[in-house]
């Protein structure tokens, strides 16, 4: 019966990218959130609480409170609200992946350099971006998120080289991870430097699939500690 949440999830999803799409605001207002709470109540009828999966759960929870905020009329005022709420969402995630913490090695080192090297000349055009539209208030905040979302990442990435992460979970969380930092890199690009063809809708696309693949690349890893 759980299943018919996670059957839901991807029904909202899809309903949501329908609407925006065309551009039916009503309609994504109903959609954007229950994608999030749909997968939520998956995870916790599904496959229950408990060690890592608690914060995957929080993480939900937050990424719901800032879904919402999100959808408010004058976007730009809650803007900063909403990122607090996914930057908890992302410190959620980052604590969940570190239930217990990696070994640190050259693998790690490599990994790190990787993402820096990825993220620093998009990070840094963003913040320019703010700063030319006179969002000075935001460049504090963002570059905490940004550092944020790369630890998470970080730590998702790790558990491709983890002999206590089964493969199968460690995809699944791997490529959650990678989608969740293309969707709010778009997003940011999007607000702060350019309008991107499409751009709201690859971002809701590749955020609704990263949280799910992150969800379910969780469950997969944590259930068992459960039984």
């Known amino acids: 019966m759980s299943w018919v949440f996670l059957i839901l999830t991807f029904l909202a999803a899809l309903v949501e990218w329908m609407a925006v799409a065309r551009d039916w ?15 939520l109540l998956w995870l916790v009828f599904g496959w229950g609480l408990g060690g890592g999966l608690n914060w995957f759960a929080l993480g939900l929870f937050f990424s719901l409170i800032g879904d919402v905020i999100l959808l408010f009329p004058n976007e730009d005022r809650w803007f900063l609200f ?8 992302h410190a959620a995630y980052f604590a969940g992946l570190n239930t217990p913490p990696p070994s640190f090695n050259g693998i790690t080192l490599g990994v790190a350099i990787m993402i820096i090297l990825t993220a ?28 944020l979302i790369s ?7 790790l558990t491709l080289f983890r002999t206590d992460w089964s493969s199968g ?17 778009l997003l940011a690009w999007e607000k702060f430097v350019q ?12 955020y609704s699939l990263g949280q799910i693949a992150l969800t379910s690349g969780a469950a997969l890893q944590f ?3 459960l039984k």
Do not use: W
């Open 120 to 147: 620093l000349p998009v990070v840094r055009r963003i913040l320019q971006g703010a700063v030319n539209k006179g969002l000075t208030r935001l460049i504090v905040p963002i570059r905490i998120y940004a550092v």
């Open 195 to 206: 309008p991107v063809r499409r751009g709201r809708l690859l971002v809701m696309i590749s």
């Open 223 to 225: 259930a068992h500690y």
């Open 151 to 157: 630890l998470m990442l970080f730590s998702a990435l």
């Open 82 to 89: 909403g990122m607090v709420a996914f930057l908890l969402t």
């Open 25 to 39: 605001r009503k309609v994504e207002f109903i959609a954007k959130p229950l994608v999030i709470i749909f997968l």
């Open 169 to 185: 979970a460690a995809y699944l969380l791997s490529s959650g991870a990678v989608l969740f930092l293309a969707s709010d890199m």
